[in-house]
């Protein structure tokens, strides 16, 4: 098979095929996780007063305030032993 004047297989064609489908739906999965921080980003510096929201950029906030937000909803749980 010829495509773009390169001679491949139909095997390399179909695996190209379902690599491009993979990277478009990483991407995807990308832009929905980012429009989500994104939106939650926004709602954040809706809600903190002016004061502190002066004092607070975007890189603040996802550098050091998202991390410690994230530890403080999904604790890392370890497994406990029962005797």
Same mark, same amino acid.
């Given at each position: !098979?010829?495509?773009?004047?390169?001679?491949? /297989? *139909?095997? $390399? &064609?179909?695996?190209?095929?379902?690599?491009? /489908?993979?990277? &478009?739906?990483?991407?995807?999965?990308?832009?929905?996780?980012?429009?989500?921080?994104? $939106? *939650?980003?926004?709602?954040?510096?809706? %809600? &903190? /007063?002016?004061?502190?929201?002066? $004092? !607070?950029?975007? /890189? &603040?906030?996802? +550098?050091? *305030?998202?991390?410690?937000?994230? %530890?403080?909803?999904?604790?890392?749980?370890?497994?406990? +032993?029962?005797?």
């Amino acid at each position: !098979m010829l495509v773009c004047g390169y001679s491949h /297989s *139909l095997g $390399n &064609v179909l695996a190209d095929l379902l690599l491009h /489908s993979v990277w &478009v739906g990483f991407i995807v999965q990308f832009q929905t996780k980012l429009s989500r921080a994104e $939106n *939650l980003i926004a709602t954040l510096l809706t %809600d &903190v /007063s002016a004061s502190v929201r002066s $004092n !607070m950029g975007r /890189s &603040v906030i996802v +550098m050091e *305030l998202l991390p410690l937000l994230v %530890d403080v909803i999904q604790p890392t749980l370890r497994p406990v +032993m029962l005797h």
